[in-house]
């Protein structure tokens, strides 16, 4: 008998940015400094019965660019300016994740499953204007309620048994993904979703053969 065993682990990480800019033309000296985060901890049980759940969780600490803070200026498309946002905050990802596997060795019967779930805030997204002379202007800007989502989940099974079995996994996932930008000056918010489900069959014969056949179906669309 197998009794539940528990371990896990916490962490974390520093980082740091610091960007010196001098404009020359335009008499201007700008320090932007940043320090990073990054916190990582994790999670795993182990069950009787060849059962197993892992949890997972990171953060993740990103600094502006210098590039998106204050671009150097490019004028081989007029109709086209970028500018910089000096008022940029660094962005930080939650980064949610675990997997759940079970397996039954001599009936050739298996279960996996996973999940990764991640939410950004203050991420950076591209905003467009037109200014009075018909000009597009695109800057970075911070934005809340960048998200994704997706799922799998995977059954192994035999069918038939002795020479005549033959095995077989059905496995559907899902995925999720919002995002957030500006066109025009106004909001847009891209919602994408996708589903699909594999179905496969397989036998293996040593020193014979290797069969394998599978299709996928699969489908995605935006709100």
Same mark, same amino acid.
């Given at each position: 008998?197998?009794?539940?065993r528990?371990?896990?682990?916490?962490? /974390?990480?520093?980082a740091?940015?610091?960007?010196k800019?001098?404009?020359i033309?335009?008499g201007?000296?700008?320090?932007?400094? #940043?320090t990073?985060?990054?916190?990582n901890? $994790?999670?795993?049980?182990?069950?009787?019965?060849?059962? @197993?759940?892992?949890? +997972?969780?990171?953060?993740?600490a990103?600094?502006?660019?210098?590039?998106?803070?204050q671009?150097?200026? &490019?004028? @081989?498309?007029p109709?086209?300016?970028f500018?910089?946002?000096?008022?940029?905050?660094?962005?930080?990802?939650?980064?949610?994740?675990? $997997?759940?596997?079970?397996?039954?060795?001599?009936?050739d019967n298996?279960?996996?499953?996973y999940? +990764?779930?991640?939410?950004?805030n203050? /991420? #950076?997204?591209?905003?467009n @204007?037109?200014?009075?002379?018909?000009?597009n202007?695109?800057k970075?800007?911070?934005?809340n309620?960048?998200?994704?989502?997706?799922a799998d989940?995977?059954y192994?099974?035999?069918?038939?048994?002795?020479?005549k079995?033959?095995?077989?996994s059905?496995?559907?996932?899902i995925?999720y $993904?919002?995002?957030? &930008?500006f066109?025009?000056?106004?909001?847009n918010?891209?919602?994408?979703?996708?589903?699909?489900?594999?179905?496969? #069959?397989?036998?293996y014969?040593? &020193?014979?053969?290797d #069969?394998?056949a599978?299709?996928?179906?699969?489908?995605?669309?935006k709100?």
């Amino acid at each position: 008998m197998v009794k539940k065993r528990i371990t896990g682990g916490i962490g /974390a990480a520093l980082a740091f940015n610091s960007f010196k800019q001098n404009n020359i033309s335009k008499g201007i000296k700008q320090d932007y400094n #940043f320090t990073n985060f990054f916190p990582n901890a $994790n999670v795993q049980l182990k069950l009787k019965g060849n059962k @197993s759940l892992r949890l +997972n969780y990171n953060g993740n600490a990103q600094a502006p660019s210098l590039q998106q803070l204050q671009p150097i200026v &490019d004028n @081989s498309n007029p109709l086209s300016i970028f500018v910089g946002n000096s008022d940029l905050k660094q962005s930080f990802t939650n980064n949610f994740s675990g $997997n759940f596997s079970w397996s039954k060795p001599l009936s050739d019967n298996s279960i996996w499953s996973y999940f +990764n779930y991640s939410t950004t805030n203050n /991420a #950076f997204t591209q905003f467009n @204007s037109i200014d009075s002379l018909g000009r597009n202007v695109y800057k970075t800007v911070n934005v809340n309620g960048n998200k994704r989502f997706n799922a799998d989940f995977d059954y192994n099974f035999p069918i038939g048994s002795g020479k005549k079995k033959i095995n077989m996994s059905i496995g559907p996932s899902i995925n999720y $993904n919002r995002n957030i &930008d500006f066109i025009n000056s106004f909001k847009n918010i891209n919602n994408t979703y996708s589903y699909g489900i594999n179905v496969q #069959f397989y036998k293996y014969v040593e &020193d014979k053969y290797d #069969f394998t056949a599978s299709a996928l179906c699969s489908d995605n669309f935006k709100l």
